[in-house]
């Protein structure tokens, strides 16, 4: 039983490394075409039946990595129309991007400075903007697999009144269906497949909001900003459920998720641990779904 074990870790070891080493890879290729490239990132082709815009944001030290991110998406099979990364005009300016970025803003990227909304910079202003585009958020820190956007678009045209995810969880309500189980619960029952409005879309690793299905309160800065700071994920999901509107899990094999490849190497992510180990997400989702009379609206759900 030892020597089995002592080859199961071996083997585990291996395909590991073998993993980082594919990763290092495909990051030092983005890096090259991010400094090098002359490849419009971007099309004027309308793929979908609207137009897609990719939205994402970005603070501090991230200001040096996003590229990789933003390169990512200008490879992909199926190209965004435009690409828009948002950043604070508190902290950033045109002549403190990184070089990089300004080369990017050559084959499409467009930088736009706004008001520091936290997190909600991602997508909050494409939302209030942008009409009439199909949106997908992106997160900073996580370099997308090539054909991300044309897996959206593709369950988009199976049903384009839902709102579609790369990741997510089941929520868990009580047994009365009247407040939440704790959302360190909801990870440890595992991920979210097929279509939902249980489903809590993971914002990291991409969503697609298909143009027009939000509620508009999603744009009221004065109330996410007091009752629901820190986490954008849980006002976004919220606002889809005051349309009833369901989430659905993109089709793709559990292996294929090791293609989202993280760029955060072993920095401490200092918001998830305040907002899953510390418990604020629960607070904030209680505040919010109580608020917008939430429970309400799952009770015809199943509890759990």
Known sequence: ??????????????????????NKLILSNLQQRALYGKEVGVTHDINADKPILVSLTTYGK?????????????????RPNKVVLWLSDKYFSMETLPIVLKQQMK????????KDIRSYKKVVYAFAEYAGYHIISIDDDIV????????????YYKCSNKIYFNRGHKMLLDNQGRCMLPYINWCKNGYAEGSSLLNFPIGAYGIFYPDGLMNK?????????DICPLADDVWFKAMSLLGRIEC?????????????????LNREKSLA?????MGANDTQIQKVFDRYGIFEILQNETCC
Request: charged letters at 25%.
């Open 62 to 78: 991230k200001i040096y990595e996003v590229h990789l991110v933003i390169e990512s998406i200008f490879q992909q099979t199926v």
């Open 144 to 155: 997308y697999p090539f054909d991300m956007i044309e897996r959206f678009v593709s369950e």
């Open 107 to 114: 084959r499409g990227l467009e930088i736009r400075f706004c």
């Open 1 to 22: 039983m030892r020597i089995i074990n002592k080859f199961r870790r071996a083997y585990s070891n291996l395909f590991r490394m073998q993993s980082l080493l594919e």
């Open 273 to 277: 641990r305040t907002n899953v180990d």
């Open 217 to 225: 309160e999603v744009l009221n800065e004065t109330v996410f900003m």
């Open 248 to 264: 659905a899990s993109v089709s793709r094999g559990a292996v294929n998720m090791n293609d989202f490849i993280s760029i955060e």
